[in-house]
T-cell receptor
Framework: KAGVTQTPRYLIKTRGQQVTLSCSPI?????VSWYQQTPGQGLQFLFE???????NKGNFPGRFSGRQFSNSRSEMNVSTLELGDSALYLC??????????????FGQGTRLTVV | DQQVKQNSPSLSVQEGRISILNCDYT??????FLWYKKYPAEGPTFLIS?????DKNEDGRFTVFLNKSAKHLSLHIVPSQPGDSAVYFC??????????FGKGTKLTVNP
């Protein structure tokens, strides 16, 4: 069974540009969560989508947005990029978003560098 | 406000010895706790979890202990192996809320 696939793996963008990251969850999984990982900050929750609806949202500015499609694939968009947005962006999928029923499986992440 | 704290950014142990990774939390609504391991250039992988109705859960070389009164949990790895060298994240959840992660502890197991 294929794992969580994130594309692209690496990305370099210029300040002010926008970027779209993609995440394909494990087949049958309906929950997709996005995290930002920066050195010294651990994994910070961005948002979670379940059945095409945003179910939870972290404390990130409105420049960060996402969506989920009917096939559960999810995209994350960051507009007006800032240098501080440079990070590893991780996507996690689970059956229903409840860790106690099944653990979340993470993709390998997209390394975004803003210059 | 950091609700899940891993106060040791790094830990170094000898192969064969015990590794103890600690995690503290502040939110009394958390009732489910997980540990993830992360190698460089890979996503985190689930290791072990514990519900608040338990105080211990064991899986092979990995044991998680939960002390609810102290709002503290720990991960014990016995015996430690060089392949265990990675960053370990503690995570917590309450109800249907999002998973909250700590900042991670980098474990190095020396041969």
């Amino acid at each position: 069974k294929a794992g969580v696939t994130q594309t692209p793996r690496y990305l370099i963008k210029t300040r002010g540009q926008q970027v779209t990251l993609s995440c394909s969850p494990i087949s049958g999984h309906r929950s997709v969560s996005w995290y930002q990982q920066t050195p010294g900050q651990g994994l910070q929750f961005l948002f979670e989508y379940f059945s095409e609806t945003q179910r939870n949202k972290g404390n990130f500015p409105g420049r960060f947005s996402g969506r989920q499609f009917s096939n559960s694939r999810s995209e994350m968009n960051v507009s007006t990029l800032e240098l501080g947005d440079s990070a590893l962006y991780l996507c996690a999928s689970s059956l229903d978003g409840t860790p106690r029923s099944t653990e979340a499986f993470f993709g390998q992440g997209t390394r975004l560098t803003v210059v | 406000d950091q609700q899940v704290k891993q106060n040791s950014p790094s830990l170094s142990v000898q192969e064969g010895r015990i590794s103890i990774l600690n995690c503290d939390y502040t939110n009394s609504m958390f009732d489910y706790f997980l540990w993830y391991k992360k190698y460089p250039a890979e996503g985190p992988t689930f290791l072990i979890s514990i519900s608040s109705i338990k105080d211990k859960n064991e899986d092979g070389r990995f044991t998680v202990f939960l002390n609810k009164s102290a709002k503290h949990l720990s991960l014990h790895i016995v015996p430690s192996q060089p392949g265990d060298s990675a960053v370990y994240f503690c995570a917590a959840q309450g109800g249907s809320e999002k998973l909250v992660f700590g900042k991670g502890t980098k474990l190095t197991v020396n041969p």
